[in-house]
């Protein structure tokens, strides 16, 4: 199957600095990304969707000037989190849909990123 | 402000037996249905999906039943094993929209 990865696997940050996470699709183009957090025992919330070559689409209650995201190229999505505060502290996931792969909207996953927020 | 966090539903079953976990979904549109398996500290991994046209779909050891009209899903697995333990999320889409909402989540606890 596809694979998508996410560097860093995890990143510790001091409180009011910024922090960037890279989702890359290995082998195959991803016209759209998915960006989710997942906080601990809880489930993952989409936060935005990622567009090649456009503006990202954010959900409802996430501020886009503080999750920047940028999707430069067909296998590259990146979300930047400004000026963290403890409580962005979290477990950052993002997908992609290979338009290849049928007409199904099956998503592949990253491994995902713990952001540590001090 | 203050925070509540959410505890996940559990299931906990003896290695060997079937496991049934359920899932309400939200949105009466939604047309395609996913089930994923997340190990901890891991992302999700896709285990099987099933249409809106269809009302069961099986894989190796694992079988989804769509019940459209209390919108309903849920996930079969036979003859648990312990590494079948980890959190399960059922996911709801639109193929027109591409976007997917995740259900709440189950632990599932294979007792050996």
């Known amino acids: 199957g596809a694979v998508v990865s996410q560097h860093p696997s995890r990143v510790i940050c001091k409180s009011g600095t910024s922090v960037k996470i890279e989702c890359r699709s290995l082998?195959?183009?991803?016209?759209?990304m998915f960006w989710y957090r997942q906080f601990p025992k809880q489930s993952l919330m989409l936060m935005a969707t990622?567009?090649?070559?456009?503006?990202?689409?954010?959900e409802q209650g996430v501020e886009k000037d503080k999750f920047l995201i940028n999707h430069a190229s067909l296998t590259l999505s990146t979300l930047t989190v400004t000026s963290a505060h403890p409580e962005d502290s979290s477990f950052y996931i993002c997908s992609a849909r290979d338009p290849l792969a049928g007409d199904n909207n099956e998503q592949f996953f990253g491994p995902g990123t713990r952001l540590t927020v001090l | 402000g203050e925070s509540v966090g959410l505890h996940l539903p559990t299931l906990s079953v003896q290695e060997g037996d079937n496991s049934i976990i359920n899932c309400a979904y939200s949105?009466?549109?939604?047309?395609?249905f996913i089930w994923y398996k997340q190990e901890s500290g891991k992302g999700p991994q896709f285990i099987i999906d099933?249409?809106?046209?269809?009302d069961k779909r099986q894989g190796q050891r694992v079988t989804v039943l769509l019940n459209k009209t209390v919108k309903h899903l849920s996930l079969q697995i036979a003859a648990t094993q312990p590494g079948d333990s980890a959190v399960y999320f059922c996911?709801?889409?639109?193929?027109?929209?591409?976007?997917?909402?995740f259900g709440a989540g189950t632990r599932l606890f294979v007792k050996a």
């Open positions: 099933i249409r809106s046209n269809m």
């Open positions: 949105n009466s549109a939604s047309d395609y």
């Open positions: 996911a709801e889409t639109n193929t027109g929209g591409f976007k997917t909402i």
């Open positions: 990622s567009n090649e070559g456009s503006k990202a689409t954010y």
């Open positions: 082998d195959f183009q991803a016209t759209t």
